[in-house]
């Protein structure tokens, strides 16, 4: 089975690079500095013309998974947003105090993206126990979890996602994110049995406009979806679908 590779975007410049690079799906955010916020119903509208399937994340604000009415309801929102636009599906999450799955919340999600594809994001890492968690995802019918095996990075976390896509068997999709780069995906991959990936697949940029970085409107290093970095990782990746199991 071919591994696929989903390169999270921020940008038209973002996007652009991802499918001239390889990339197989692309989950669409904005704010990628601080783990992606949901794109504007312009990128929505833009992404839609993409040749490859386009996932929307729906996170109304930086911060935690915990959400009250007003977030549930933009998020709602932003799910109708996504399905108007003629994406391909949606990126979502949600938390409990305790920082177990929000299942009811999620539950109400899920039926509002019905028809659209569904990926549960990384509030997955913050769950107490994740093999309920797993249970849980499997109950509500997403299609994969975005995981980085509870630790920061998936590198760090392999081992767990390994018994994930054990445990998870042919139910749901195990895909490893975070720290995911040129330098780890062929370890990942080969060590936990997964058959998708998600990278960002950026590269720092230093600013030179010193008049716009004290103005705030950019940072004096951004980071930028690079091409050649797209490219890199799937022909990583295609290396391995190429070794025999």
């Known amino acids: ?24 799906r692309i989950e669409l955010c904005a704010a990628l500095d601080v783990g992606g916020l949901t794109a504007s119903p312009g990128m929505m509208a833009l992404a839609a013309k993409a040749p490859i399937p386009v996932y929307a994340i729906i996170r109304p604000r930086a911060g935690n998974f915990i959400y009250d009415a007003d977030n549930e309801a ?4 932003d799910i109708d947003a996504a399905r108007a636009a003629g994406l391909a599906g949606v990126v979502i ?12 919340m999620l539950g109400r999600l899920m039926k509002k993206a019905g028809g659209l ?4 994001h990384r509030a997955f890492d913050l769950v107490p126990d994740p093999f309920e968690a797993l249970e849980q995802a499997v109950d ?6 975005l995981t980085s095996g509870l630790k ?3 590198p760090e976390g392999a081992d767990l996602i390994r018994q994930l896509v054990e445990r998870a068997g042919e139910r749901v999709s195990i895909m490893p994110g975070g720290g995911i780069n040129l330098s780890t995906v062929e370890q990942v991959v080969r060590g936990t049995g997964v058959h998708e990936v998600h990278s960002s697949c950026r590269r720092p940029v230093e600013s030179r406009d010193e008049r716009s970085i004290a103005f705030g409107f950019e940072a004096a290093v951004s980071h930028v979806t690079d091409r050649g970095i797209v490219c890199g990782m799937r022909s990583l990746l295609d290396g391995i679908d190429a070794v025999p199991a």
């Not at 933009?74 to 929102?77: C, G, K, Q, V």
């Not at 105090?97 to 929000?102: A, S």
Request: charged share 20%.
């Open 1 to 24: 089975m071919p591994v696929l590779l989903e390169v999270c975007v921020d940008s038209p410049e973002g996007m652009a690079a991802a499918i001239a690079g390889g990339a197989d």
């Open 74 to 77: 933009a998020m709602s929102a």
């Open 93 to 104: 999450g949600a938390s409990r105090p305790d920082m177990r799955l929000d299942r009811p």
């Open 117 to 120: 594809g569904v990926t549960l």
């Open 140 to 145: 509500l019918g997403v299609e994969r979890i």
């Open 152 to 154: 920061v990075t998936g």
